[in-house]
């Protein structure tokens, strides 16, 4: 016997909802980590996306770090199914998070202290 709702049968309503799930209930990570040292108005940093843990993002967030040239290099910011954004001028820094790119870059620029910080980088998951 076969329920139909709206035309789908039961078995793909069950597969629907499993993925859509599945979807809920994944996360992918990211991490920011930043040089302390500034060179030519700017920080060394590096960023990483689409990790499975937060410990995965935050190792290859320090790895671009440090293979971009950097030697001071820390973990700045780690996030979750959400926007982050890391912001510097030569006195202050701030970090922030967000649904969106751009509440995540407001909430750096507000978090960092001062008139003049910049984004330094920025990404979703």
Same mark, same amino acid.
């Given at each position: ?27 992918? *990570? ?48 780690? *996030? ?5 954004? *890391? ?39």
């Amino acid at each position: 016997m076969t329920i139909k709702l709206n035309g789908l049968g039961l078995n793909k309503l069950l597969l629907a909802l499993c993925l859509a799930g599945l979807h809920l209930y994944s996360h992918a *990570f990211g991490a920011i980590a930043a040089d302390s040292r500034w060179v030519q108005n700017t920080i060394g940093h590096g960023m990483f996306t689409g990790a499975s843990n937060p410990a995965e993002a935050s190792q290859e967030a320090m790895k671009a770090c440090t293979e971009a040239g950097n030697s001071s290099c820390k973990i700045v910011l780690q *996030f979750s199914q959400k926007c982050g954004a *890391f912001a510097w001028s030569r006195e202050y820094e701030g970090v922030g998070t967000g649904p969106s790119l751009a509440l995540a870059e407001q909430a750096a620029l507000q978090n960092c202290g001062n008139g003049i910080c910049k984004i330094i980088v920025s990404d979703c998951e």
